[in-house]
């Protein structure tokens, strides 16, 4: 049974960091490419960051860019987001997912699979 569970957000305060951790299991982690999205209320599912399979390749939304950073341990089937700097418009349900193409991609449609997502308040 495939399961991605999301892990580490919480309430933080403008300024602060968090680091998101999501846990992957029933499926051959080192053959998926990862991602991170984000829903905010109201609005939609968007793209945060991707990492390959490998882990030497990554993409990230341009305006994220210097504050987030996507990383992955294949030995423990584990994938991570490192939040600097959050704002409050950064407050979102953020999702892991992970996709069995080769390639990194920035549309959910390319995912296979879904965590529930983690709550990330920001106030401000």
């Known amino acids: 049974q495939v399961q991605l569970v999301e892990s580490g957000g919480g309430l933080v305060q403008s300024g602060g960091s968090l680091r998101l951790s999501c846990a992957a299991s029933?499926?051959?982690?080192?053959?998926?490419?990862m991602g991170w999205f984000r829903q905010a209320p109201g609005k939609e599912r968007e793209f945060v960051a991707a990492i390959n399979r490998s882990g030497g390749a990554t993409a990230n939304v341009d305006s994220l860019k210097g504050r987030f950073t996507i990383s992955r341990d294949n030995a423990k089937n584990m994938l991570y987001l490192q939040m600097n700097s959050l704002r409050p418009e950064d407050t979102a349900v953020y999702y892991c997912a992970a996709s069995k193409t080769r390639r990194l991609y920035s549309d959910s449609i390319r995912y296979d699979y879904w965590g529930q997502g983690t709550q990330v308040t920001v106030s401000s």
């Open positions: 029933g499926f051959t982690f080192d053959m998926h490419c």
